[in-house]
């Protein structure tokens, strides 16, 4: 069992609607979770960060994190063709800790 | 400000041959990082480096190897190469270790073992 599980879609929506993206994990230890988003041919860009459980917000991004379930989310409001890409979950034990990548979810957003 | 640059952008290899990829971290940044991510895969963790020493290691092989320079820039060297090797290669940079400060990546190497 891998220690990160993320559906790797893909996911297609019509542009505006709501994006739900998930991962689950199976390792307690995890204190920091991330959400990066990458295109086609670029590196991985960081989207959000948090630490422990709760929630957090920029924009139209919210990321959720449920350390009793062991399952984060992240939310796209009013999604947009331009947030068309991959979305990676990732995590670590520690502050500068190796991360833990999901398998990522491919998103596409319909005009 | 510049962020992490990376060294060729692709580079073809025979199997058995060596390769050496580069990284300039992010201006302000001391701690490089360098993942593998095959097609279709999320990055995985080859090595972390901090004051010119290896400081974390993933699960790979001893034919993965790094260096740090002064200047906090790095290289990735990988010897014997398999077909298997063939991925983008991604390094990424933050501040010191346990500091609050996520990794930013650059674009990646794309190796091609023929």
């Known amino acids: 069992q891998k220690e990160v599980e993320q559906d790797p879609g893909p996911l297609s929506v019509p542009e505006g609607a709501i994006v739900s993206l998930n991962c689950t994990y199976s390792n307690s230890a995890f204190q920091y979770f991330m959400w990066y988003r990458q295109y086609s041919r670029k590196g991985p860009e960081l989207l959000m960060y948090?630490?422990?459980?709760g929630n957090k917000e920029d924009g139209r991004f919210t990321a959720q994190v449920d350390k009793s379930s062991k399952y984060i989310s992240l939310f796209i409001r009013d999604s947009q063709p331009s947030d068309s890409a991959t979305y990676l979950c990732a995590m670590a034990r520690n502050q500068g800790g190796k991360l833990i990548f999901g398998q990522g979810t491919e998103l596409s957003v319909k005009p | 400000d510049a962020g992490v640059t990376q060294s060729p952008t692709h580079l073809i290899k025979t199997r058995g041959q060596q390769v050496t990829l580069r990284c300039s971290p992010k201006s302000g940044h001391d701690t490089v990082s360098w993942y593998q991510q095959a097609l279709g895969q999320g990055p995985q963790f080859i090595f972390q480096y901090y004051e010119e020493e290896e400081r974390q290691r993933g699960n790979f092989p001893d034919r993965f190897s790094g260096h740090q320079f002064p200047n906090y820039s790095s290289e990735l060297n990988v010897n014997a190469l398999l077909l298997g090797d063939s991925a983008l290669y991604l390094c990424?940079?933050?501040?010191?270790?346990?500091?609050?400060?996520?990794?930013?990546f650059g674009n990646g190497t794309r190796l091609t073992v023929t």
């Open positions: 990424a940079s933050s501040t010191g270790q346990g500091a609050n400060s996520p990794l930013h």
């Open positions: 948090t630490y422990s459980s």
